[in-house]
T-cell receptor, first 112, second 113 residues
Framework: GENVEQHPSTLSVQEGDSAVIKCTYS??????FPWYKQELGKGPQLIID?????GEKKDQRIAVTLNKTAKHFSLHITETQPEDSAVYFC???????????FGQGTILTVHP | SAVISQKPSRDICQRGTSLTIQCQVD?????MFWYRQQPGQSLTLIAT?????????ESGFVIDKFPISRPNLTFSTLTVSNMSPEDSSIYLC??????????FGPGTRLLVL
């Protein structure tokens, strides 16, 4: 089955800096890659996603890139703000529709 | 996106008892899923809740321990049976539409003593 590795496990940045979180996946059939933000006491919130026919997608301060050949995808957050502090999860979905395999999560802390 | 609610939001239960968690979506959705998030960990898919038929369970999860119902396209329940402290987790339901985009409910925080 699919295996998703996520790095780093913790990331600490100063407000205004950029943050990058990377994930690799094992199943070349995977074709959908969402990113979720989970704040304390809440469920995961979808922040951006990308499909295998696209190499990059951007939404304001957030961007995701996908390298199908290398089987890795990354989340980029620019101009970070303290409210970006949360746990971020990447995920991959492939052959089985809707079945998401999650990475281990990254605790992002943005210092004012 | 559909709005998902879960009940209860949290509970403390005694070992050996069972708890049923409800998941309500405000519009009809194609698929519903149940996940478990153990303390400080990532999300693991328990099963896909199929409307009108038996749920499809992932490896390591069985129907006797986690019976699931989905009587219609907007509602599902997950029961955690014969609980032990190891079942202490956040249980999350999610939905998925035609574009495979998946949204999560707020979760049910379960503590088993």
């Amino acid at each position: 089955g699919e295996n998703v590795e996520q790095h780093p496990s913790t990331l600490s940045v100063q407000e205004g800096d950029s943050a990058v979180i990377k994930c690799t996946y094992s199943d070349s059939a995977s074709n959908y890659f969402p990113w979720y933000k989970q704040e304390l006491g809440k469920g995961p919130q979808l922040i951006i996603d990308i499909r295998s026919n696209v190499g990059e997608k951007k939404d304001q301060r957030i961007a995701v890139t996908l390298n199908k050949t290398a089987k890795h995808f990354s989340l980029h957050i620019t101009e970070t703000q303290p409210e970006d502090s949360a746990v971020y999860f990447c995920a991959a979905s492939g052959v089985s529709y809707g079945k998401l395999t999650f990475g281990q999560g990254t605790i992002l802390t943005v210092h004012p | 996106s559909a709005v998902i609610s879960q009940k209860p939001s949290r509970d403390i239960c005694q070992r050996g008892t069972s708890l049923t968690i409800q998941c309500q979506v405000d519009s009809q959705v194609t698929m519903m899923f149940w996940y478990r998030q153990q303390p400080g960990q990532s999300l693991t898919l328990i099963a896909t809740a199929n409307q009108g038929s038996e749920a499809t369970y992932e490896s390591g999860f069985v129907i006797d321990k986690f019976p699931i119902s989905r009587p219609n396209l907007t509602f599902s329940t997950l029961t955690v049976s014969n609980m032990s402290p190891e079942d202490s987790s956040i249980y999350l339901c999610s939905d998925s539409g035609p574009q495979e985009t998946q949204y999560f409910g707020p979760g049910t925080r379960l503590l088993v003593l």
